[in-house]
């Protein structure tokens, strides 16, 4: 050990750069983007979040959006290495290692499955398809299996499936309800392997499946018409890629004009958030007020919520993917109202199911909703071939599992 001569300076310690300080980065970034919306965070931030100063961040990156590429590539890489497993012996026991690997995916990077779930919608086309064809690569290693253990499913019914499955182990990130680690990848596995293991999609006579929408009495409104419009708008391009102009274009009116019926932009999406919650109570309370039972009534909350999402589906993507958009007050106001319809479901499912534990049946409501939602974004049901059915035989199946 040397010692500084008496009156001289002890010399100054030299701190390292850790090796891994851009995976460090990127990790952060993926957890605020997730927790606050990619373009609720801003590079500071994630440089406070890893301890350094704001400009230290362009040693690794040139910007924010270069953090959300690496962000996604990190968690489908870290999928598709842990799936990478032999393709030999008994295809039922190779999906269910599957499964078991996911599951566990699932609670480890439960923090960062929002970038699967909405955040990659920011990214610029290249780098989307990029994502998506990684994601299509996943499907693959589990429809491979699934068509061996069940040969009597089209490659329809197989993507379907599987799209399912993937959408119960993503819905663990979409809540932040409290179970043990052990305890939630045992009930996802078990709830994958429950949508595997369903019944083919089979068309159904006219006369049972749901009767087509009504249609719509023409809006006179201007409110009701920015409103609509909007809603419209942040689903397809995502509420940071919308300006008051284009909504003001799509009503027809002037952007100014906007402001003589909403404040601005955050207050249109919170009468949006509103307007979705309401839609919500309003279909889970008719469905309860007609029920003869508790199992009558989980399966008509089921037909209900199945009906919502395919009437509204812009409607309920923007109410699932842009919360954290609201302003302060209106978003806290609207996520009580979420917890408060997830616990219905709880309840009637406890009643349903007396030795099923609270978390456990939180963990399962969760899925089934995610399911639906993800579904009907994804896999493009059609209502006239009675998908919509198969729809809601399978959130009946997650909610049983």
């Given at each position: 050990m040397s010692v500084a001569a008496a009156g001289e300076p002890a010399p100054t310690e030299v701190r390292k750069r850790p090796k891994n300080r851009k995976s460090q980065l990127a990790l952060a970034a993926a957890e605020m983007?997730?927790?606050?919306?990619?373009?609720g965070v801003s590079l500071d931030e994630i440089a406070t979040a890893v301890g350094i100063s704001g400009p230290a961040i362009y040693r690794h990156f040139p910007n924010k959006y270069a953090m959300l590429v690496d962000a996604t590539r990190q968690l489908v890489e870290t999928v598709l290495t842990a799936t990478g497993l032999p393709d030999d012996g008994d295809p039922e026991q190779r999906l269910d290692r599957l499964l078991a690997v996911l599951a566990r995916l699932a609670v480890d990077h439960r923090r960062v499955a929002g970038l699967y779930q909405w955040e990659w919608r920011y990214l610029e086309p290249e780098h989307r398809e990029e994502f998506l064809a990684r994601l299509s690569t996943l499907a693959a290693r589990l429809a491979g299996p699934l068509r061996?253990?069940?040969?009597?499913?089209t490659a329809?019914?197989?993507?379907?499936?599987?799209?399912?499955?993937?959408?119960?182990?993503?819905?663990?990130?979409?809540?932040?309800?409290?179970?043990?680690?052990?305890?939630?990848?045992?009930?996802?596995?078990?709830v994958a392997w429950a949508v595997l293991r369903d019944e083919p999609a089979t068309p159904v006579s006219p006369d049972s499946a749901y009767p087509p929408p009504e249609p719509t009495m023409g809006v006179t409104a201007r409110r009701e018409i920015l409103l609509t419009e909007s809603i419209k708008l942040f689903h397809r391009h995502g509420y940071h890629a919308v300006g008051v102009e284009d909504i003001g274009r799509a009503a027809g009116i002037n952007a100014s004009s906007v402001y003589r019926y909403f404040p601005g932009k955050a207050d249109i999406l919170a009468a949006a958030f509103y307007r979705a919650s309401e839609r919500v109570t309003e279909s889970t309370t008719a469905a309860l007020a007609g029920a003869t039972g508790d199992?009558?009534?989980?399966?008509?909350?089921?037909?209900?919520?199945?009906?919502?999402?395919?009437?509204?589906?812009?409607?309920?993507?923007?109410?699932?993917?842009?919360?954290?958009?609201?302003?302060?007050?209106?978003?806290?106001?609207?996520?009580k109202m979420q917890r408060l319809h997830v616990e219905e479901w709880?309840?009637?499912?406890?009643?349903?199911?007396?030795?099923?534990?609270?978390?456990?049946?939180r963990v399962l409501v969760h899925a089934g909703l995610n399911l639906v939602t993800d579904l009907s974004r994804?896999?493009?049901?059609?209502?006239?071939?009675?998908?919509?059915?198969h729809l809601i035989r399978l959130m009946l199946t997650v909610l049983k599992a």
């Open positions: 983007f997730c927790e606050r919306g990619y373009h061996e253990v069940r040969p009597e499913l329809r019914d197989t993507y379907a499936l599987v799209r399912a499955a993937l959408s119960v182990f993503g819905s663990l990130g979409t809540h932040r309800a409290s179970i043990a680690r052990g305890r939630a990848e045992a009930v996802l596995r078990r199992e009558d009534a989980l399966r008509r909350m089921a037909e209900s919520y199945v009906e919502l999402t395919f009437e509204r589906s812009a409607l309920v993507s923007v109410y699932l993917a842009e919360n954290n958009n609201l302003p302060r007050a209106d978003r806290h106001e609207l996520r709880v309840r009637l499912l406890g009643r349903l199911r007396p030795g099923l534990a609270v978390p456990e049946a994804l896999v493009r049901f059609d209502r006239r071939s009675g998908m919509d059915r």
